[in-house]
């Protein structure tokens, strides 16, 4: 089955800086790709997605960047702010239905 | 944050009882999900659901039960075979497609504890 891995595991950047996440996935039938954002204590929630005709993809401070020979797949954060500080899951879309998470990364913006 | 809810938010249980955990949406989504969360760690997925009466293990589905009998619902049982049972879980739903997007919606979460 689908094989998602994350890395780092933490991250702590100054405010201001970028952030870059990452991940691999196994099952070259992927084809949908979403990163979540997890505040302490609330649901996930989508932040931005690609799918795999398209290599990249940006909305505002955000941008994903999807390699598909080397099936990996990045998150960056530009100009990061407070706020941004929350756990973040990238996921990986398997045939019907099946989505798989990485572990998360702890992402911690220092003022 | 509406239309995929979870209950109860909090709940305490024996060891030895089995447990359902409810996800109801009025999306009107076709495919639902199961994750649990343990501290530190990723979603892990436990059951899904394409449609009605049909429903599919994810990866760790051992100690578990699923139902689908309706559209808007897909209770969650955690029975007494289950080993570490105490987590977070999340219910999700998303369209089934190729037709708009695959994004999944969250329910609010169920904080199971088994003493």
């Known amino acids: 089955g689908e094989n998602v891995e994350q890395h780092p595991s933490t991250l702590s950047v100054q405010e201001g800086d970028s952030a870059v996440i990452k991940c691999t996935y196994s099952?070259?039938?992927?084809?949908?790709f979403p990163w979540y954002k997890q505040e302490l204590g609330k649901r996930p929630q989508l932040i931005i997605d690609?799918?795999?005709?398209?290599g990249e993809k940006k909305d505002q401070r955000i941008a994903v960047t999807l390699n598909k020979t080397a099936k990996h797949f990045s998150l960056h954060i530009t100009e990061t702010q407070p706020e941004d500080s929350a756990v973040y899951f990238c996921?990986?879309?398997?045939?019907?239905?099946?989505?798989?998470f990485g572990a998360g990364t702890r992402l911690t913006v220092k003022p | 944050d509406g239309g995929i809810t979870q209950s109860p938010k909090y709940l305490f249980r024996k060891e030895g009882q089995n447990v359902t955990l409810s996800c109801e949406q009025n999306?009107?989504?076709?495919?639902m999900y199961w994750y649990r969360q343990d501290p530190g760690q990723g979603l892990r997925l436990i059951y899904y659901?394409?449609?009605?009466?049909?429903?599919q293990k994810g990866d760790i589905a051992e100690g578990y039960s699923v139902s689908r009998e309706k559209k808007e619902s897909f209770p969650l049982t955690v029975t007494s075979a289950q080993k570490n049972p105490t987590a977070f879980y999340l219910c999700?739903?998303?369209?089934?497609?190729?037709?708009?997007?695959?994004?999944?919606?969250f329910g609010p979460g169920t904080r199971l504890t088994v003493t």
């Open positions: 999700a739903s998303s369209i089934d497609l190729g037709r708009v997007g695959y994004e999944q919606y």
């Open positions: 099952d070259s039938a992927s084809n949908y």
């Open positions: 690609i799918r795999s005709n398209v």
């Open positions: 996921a990986a879309l398997v045939r019907n239905n099946d989505m798989r």
């Open positions: 999306l009107n989504h076709d495919a």
């Open positions: 659901s394409q449609i009605v009466n049909d429903f």
